[in-house]
Structure formats: structure tokens, C-alpha cells
């Protein structure tokens, strides 16, 4: 199952309400936006104050070359437990299958 999540940045409802009807996942927004999307209905948010919070619940890094998807590989191993699901991920676990 893919997830699309649309970064709404800087901020246009015209984009964030075309985001929700195409089906969108969840908005990445600029912070202080979350009463506004909440407004327009029910659909996660990602932000410094939103659902998923940015440098927390996930993490944002640019691919450009080989050594940075080796740095993203480490940096999911570093983590205790190895990477955290995000609540926006409704995908069944390979515990729960097996």
C-alpha cells in the first residue's frame, strides 16, 4: 500500500483542498496551520505542531547521491527498535502476519 502525503508549503488551501479530493493521505503543512486543515475535514497532518511531528515521528533527508541512502539506512538502524511506524501507516505488521 502506497501513502502519499502532499506538502502544502508554503500554505494554499486551493492545493490543500485538490490534495484531500485526489485522495490524499495526510498534508505536510507549515506550523500553525493545523486549525485550518482541520476545518476543511478529517485528514492527518505533518508538521512541528501537527499528527506526525517533523524531527520526531519522522524524519526528512534529500536523496542525491549513493552515501546519502546509505545515511538514511543507518540512521533507521540507529533508532531502538529499528524504524518506527508512523500512525498514518495502516499496513499490518510482519508480526501480525506471520
Do not use: Y
Request: hydrophobic fraction near 40%.
Amino acid at each position: 500500500m502506497k501513502t502519499v502525503w502532499v506538502k502544502v508549503i508554503p500554505w494554499s488551501l486551493e492545493l490543500a483542498q485538490a490534495a484531500m479530493e485526489g485522495g490524499a493521505n495526510a498534508l505536510w503543512i507549515p506550523p500553525g496551520m493545523q486549525s485550518e486543515v482541520k476545518k476543511m475535514g478529517i485528514i492527518p497532518t505533518i508538521a512541528e505542531d501537527g499528527d506526525v511531528v517533523l524531527g520526531k515521528d519522522v524524519v526528512v533527508k534529500e536523496i542525491r547521491k549513493k552515501q546519502d541512502e546509505e545515511e538514511i539506512f543507518n540512521l533507521t538502524l540507529s533508532k531502538k527498535g529499528g524504524c518506527k511506524r508512523s500512525r498514518l501507516d495502516h499496513r499490518p505488521s510482519r508480526e501480525s502476519i506471520e
